[in-house]
């Protein structure tokens, strides 16, 4: 028999491969990479090749269950009544203790099409400011980072820099284990003569293949990058045209760097002094020079100003948006950059936007067309204060969407604590067995990404559709069309009513921003 193929995106990490799924019998027997697509031509990890595994029906969830208290077993549910129980005790914590009772926790393995409609409505109709993403544990302080420095939350650059770099830093990142195809990519380069910087407190598989190895003190990062600038600027390597023409504040940055000498930094970093000095001599002598980063520098107490600090490297020499420089963070989920231009954590609206700003949020209310005022200019206070909230009980109810946060939020003892003080707790996953499901009232069945429609964004920004090559099992529906019908059944038909994920990718596309360059117009399912 011959498989039908069925062109799609890797679910894995944030490189976002084009893949092939190839269906016998309505099953996904092989996957093999996309030699079209952009970001791989054809190549594909370990990870990304046995991709099809997890959507065999072994452990997944393909029908609602409820449980009718706490202590009870779990009941099964058709998918109609699940859905009208889900809505139901929703709209009773909210008429109860009001639109701050409510919360919802999503993810960056979800399509744009289902993170835009669970921003949509949490800040648009329920007129809760609790909505956080995991992302918030791992890309928020680059995000941040992106938009103090350069003023929209994104890289100014794509992988085809890649191919044009004469230098590679990389530093908070095993490239070679994490992002493989993209570490390939790198070292094609590499192999033609650009060299390779790596920074780590430990010997990865990407610092083996460096040129210089910098192996670090924990958590001395920032010394390190303020001491490679004090050093370009003591050279003469910084590019005082590109300054005076396209950045604000360097007059204060020589006094600042004064505090980074060679040997201070080499005292708080255990780096040898030599060393240090080479890295900023390769930095400056490179024509151009890529600098990629990751959950090294991220998770941590100053993870913007980490963020922050390698952008000032790329502004002062002028090293950004020109082909082969500029500052690449690098994504960990296959949609968390989807997810941050859907606004799905703290203060975000649609296209890039902020409630803390009056214009941003007269926009999107017009085009969600909710009164003036519906939306707030305030922001939730994160991850690890939401469960702490749930467990104070300011928090009533929180609808977990494709994550899994008592086994990956920091002290899983507090999430449980605050799961278990929550009067109602919704879990929508593919799999049936997994540690936050045990402590949910409602269990609703979520397909995955080769069981329906939905567009992936990578790190560099580049879109992928996923179509559906198999049919999800039993009762379960892609999340977007679990939360449109749950929004219907709560109250809000008229703002919820898609026949498809395409028409919801229709809306997102009028959210363009020219003030962070944020236009989809063009695009479509189509």
Same mark, same amino acid.
């Given at each position: ?52 595994v997890a959507l065999r029906r072994s452990g997944r969830l393909d029908r609602a269950f409820v449980r009718r208290a706490r202590e009870d077993d779990l009941v099964p549910l058709s998918a109609r009544d699940a859905i009208a129980e889900t809505a139901r005790r929703l709209r009773a914590v909210l008429d109860a203790h009001g639109p701050d009772a409510l919360s919802f926790y999503v993810s960056g393995q979800m399509s744009i099409e289902a ?47 890649? +191919? ?56 001395? #990062? ?13 050279? /003469? ?37 030599? #060393? ?81 700003? +009056? ?13 003036? /005022? ?153």
């Open positions: 028999m011959t498989a039908t193929p069925v062109k799609s995106v890797c679910p894995y990490c944030g490189v976002g491969c084009g893949m092939v799924l190839h269906v016998e019998d309505g099953e996904v027997v092989k996957v093999s990479g996309d030699p079209d697509h952009p970001a791989n031509f054809g190549r594909l990890c370990t990870k990304g090749s046995s991709a099809h993170q835009y409609l669970v921003n949509k409505l949490a800040k648009g109709f329920v007129g809760t400011h609790n909505i956080e993403s995991n992302s918030r544990l791992c890309m928020a302080s680059a995000s941040t980072g992106y938009k103090q420095s350069l003023g929209a939350d994104g890289p100014p650059g794509s992988y085809q820099d890649f +191919d044009r770099a004469n230098l590679f830093f990389v530093i908070g990142a095993n490239m070679a284990d994490c992002h493989p195809i993209l570490f390939l990519r790198m070292m094609d380069r590499v192999k033609a003569g650009a060299k390779l910087i790596v920074v780590d407190p430990r010997r990865t598989g990407t610092a083996d293949k460096a040129d210089l190895f910098l192996q670090i003190r924990p958590g001395t #990062d920032l010394a390190l990058t303020n001491g490679l600038l004090h050093l370009l600027h003591a050279n /003469g390597r910084t590019d005082a045209a590109f300054i005076a023409e396209f950045t604000e504040g360097w007059d204060a940055m020589p006094a600042f760097l004064a505090d980074y000498t060679p040997e201070r930094v080499a005292a708080i970093t255990g780096l040898a002094e030599a #060393d240090i000095r080479t890295a900023a001599q390769w930095i400056g002598d490179a024509p151009e020079w890529t600098s990629c980063w990751t959950m090294g520098l991220n998770q941590s107490t100053h993870g913007v100003w980490n963020t922050n600090a390698i952008c000032n490297l790329h502004l002062a020499t002028g090293r950004i948006c020109r082909p082969g420089s500029g500052p690449f963070s690098l994504t960990g989920q296959p949609n968390a950059m989807g997810g941050r231009e859907m606004g799905y954590m703290g203060p975000g609206l649609p296209g890039q936007r902020s409630t803390l700003s +009056d214009d941003d949020r007269r926009f999107v209310e017009k085009l969600w067309r909710v009164p003036p /005022g519906t939306l707030r200019a305030e922001a939730g206070g994160g991850t690890v204060d939401l469960f702490a909230r749930m467990q104070a009980g300011d928090v009533k109810a929180c609808w977990i969407i494709c994550t899994n946060p008592v086994a990956t939020v920091p002290n899983r003892q507090n999430v449980i604590a605050g799961l278990q003080a929550a009067e109602l707790v919704i879990a929508q996953d593919a799999f049936l067995d997994t540690e936050t499901n045990r402590y949910a009232d409602i269990l609703l069945p979520g397909a995955l990404w080769a069981e329906g429609d939905g567009v992936m964004v990578n790190s560099e920004r580049n879109m992928t559709l996923m179509r559906p090559a198999i049919a999800p099992p039993g009762d379960a529906l892609p999340d977007w069309r679990i939360v449109a019908e749950v929004a219907r059944a709560m109250g809000f038909a008229d703002a919820f009513d898609y026949a498809s994920a395409a028409d919801v990718f229709d809306e997102i596309v009028r959210f363009s921003n020219p003030a962070t360059g944020y236009d989809l117009r063009g695009a479509s399912h189509a």
